[in-house]
């Protein structure tokens, strides 16, 4: 694999999209071709990483890319220049897709690859091209996602809104009493698409 990259973008680039960052990179390994990055719509540049992104973990690795995380505005050059963009949610998809549409093919929210990329596998030297081809043809095969259970069943009750929770989302619930909810639906969605593109996911404290 030789420059792939993938781009991880929610809204303010502080929560969702840095933790998915984080965790990308953590399962990939240090030692991967492929880099990860994330990016905001809504950005109030330099801003710092979410404390409770920061505190998931203990070791000095997470730490200190953690503090050294600065909130940042996607661009069309960021999406193009990317193999594979994966949004928080459905509705900063659709931003993306009107910001740079060319791109369009190669956008996912997080919640769909982890979805539509179960059972693939890679050995060749371009992973990330071949999920993001393997995702693109599960779009018009596959069940489509629902909440039924799990965290978001846990949500709708919470909120008592059914129409509230999107299955393809990851609601920003930052600063609220559902936040560490979101964080728990970015680590779920983030293991599977690890875990898809042959990473692992790290325990540590």
Not at 140 to 167: C, Q, Y
Request: aromatic residues 4%.
């Amino acid at each position: 694999m030789t420059g792939e990259k993938i781009l991880v973008v929610c809204a303010a680039n502080v929560c969702r999209s840095p933790l998915a960052e984080l965790a990308l990179r953590r399962g990939l390994g240090a030692d991967s071709a492929i880099s990860v990055s994330s990016a905001g719509v809504r950005v109030t540049e330099g801003d710092a990483i979410c404390t409770l992104v920061s505190s998931l973990h203990d070791d000095a690795e997470w730490r200190e890319q953690a503090q050294s995380h600065h909130a940042r505005p996607v661009t069309i050059d960021l999406i193009e220049q990317s193999s594979l963009v994966l949004a928080a949610s459905r509705d900063i998809r659709g931003e993306l897709v009107r910001l740079a549409p060319r791109s369009r093919d190669w956008m996912f929210t997080l919640k769909e690859a982890a979805h539509l990329g179960a059972g693939f596998s890679s050995a060749g030297p371009d992973r990330v091209a071949d999920y993001v081809a393997y995702l693109d043809r599960a779009r018009s095969r596959s069940v489509p996602l629902t909440s039924t259970g799990g965290v978001e069943h846990r949500i709708r009750r919470l909120f008592r809104n059914r129409s509230a929770v999107d299955p393809a989302s990851i609601a920003d619930r930052h600063g609220s009493r559902g936040h560490r909810e979101t964080l728990t639906e970015v680590q779920s969605a983030t293991a599977a698409v690890l875990a898809q593109l042959g990473g692992h996911r790290r325990h540590a404290s």
